[in-house]
C-alpha cells in the first residue's frame, strides 16, 4: 500500500506490511471451486501464484504473522508439517 510506513504499519499488527496482511486475508477465504483462487491473487494481490505462495511460506515463520492471525498461520503451519511429513 502506497505510503506505508514498513515499520509502523498501524492497526493490523507491527511488523507486517499492509500486502503481508492482505496474502493472510486472502489466505483465510474459502474458494468456490478450480482456478478462483489464483484469479484472486492475481486480480487483488498482483501476484503470480508463484510469487504469492514464496510470500505466504515467509510468513508462516513470522512472529508478527503469528500474531496477526494466530488461526490462519497455525492451520497453515500444520498443513505445511504434514506435507514434509509426508515426503
Same mark, same amino acid.
Given at each position: 500500500?502506497?505510503?506505508?510506513?514498513?515499520?509502523?504499519?498501524?492497526?493490523?499488527?507491527?511488523?507486517?506490511?499492509?500486502?503481508?496482511?492482505?496474502?493472510?486475508?486472502?489466505?483465510?477465504?474459502?474458494?468456490?471451486? =478450480?482456478?478462483?483462487?489464483?484469479?484472486?491473487?492475481?486480480?487483488?494481490?498482483?501476484?503470480? =501464484?508463484?510469487?504469492?505462495?514464496?510470500?505466504?511460506?515467509?510468513?508462516?515463520?513470522?512472529?508478527?504473522?503469528?500474531?496477526?492471525?494466530?488461526?490462519?498461520?497455525?492451520?497453515?503451519?500444520?498443513?505445511?508439517?504434514?506435507?514434509?511429513?509426508?515426503?
Amino acid at each position: 500500500m502506497a505510503g506505508e510506513d514498513p515499520v509502523n504499519p498501524g492497526p493490523g499488527g507491527p511488523g507486517l506490511s499492509g500486502r503481508d496482511r492482505d496474502v493472510l486475508a486472502l489466505e483465510r477465504r474459502t474458494w468456490p471451486g =478450480p482456478g478462483a483462487k489464483e484469479r484472486a491473487i492475481r486480480e487483488d494481490l498482483g501476484l503470480t =501464484p508463484t510469487r504469492y505462495y514464496q510470500l505466504l511460506n515467509a510468513l508462516l515463520d513470522d512472529p508478527a504473522a503469528l500474531a496477526h492471525d494466530p488461526v490462519t498461520v497455525n492451520r497453515l503451519r500444520r498443513l505445511r508439517e504434514a506435507r514434509r511429513e509426508r515426503r
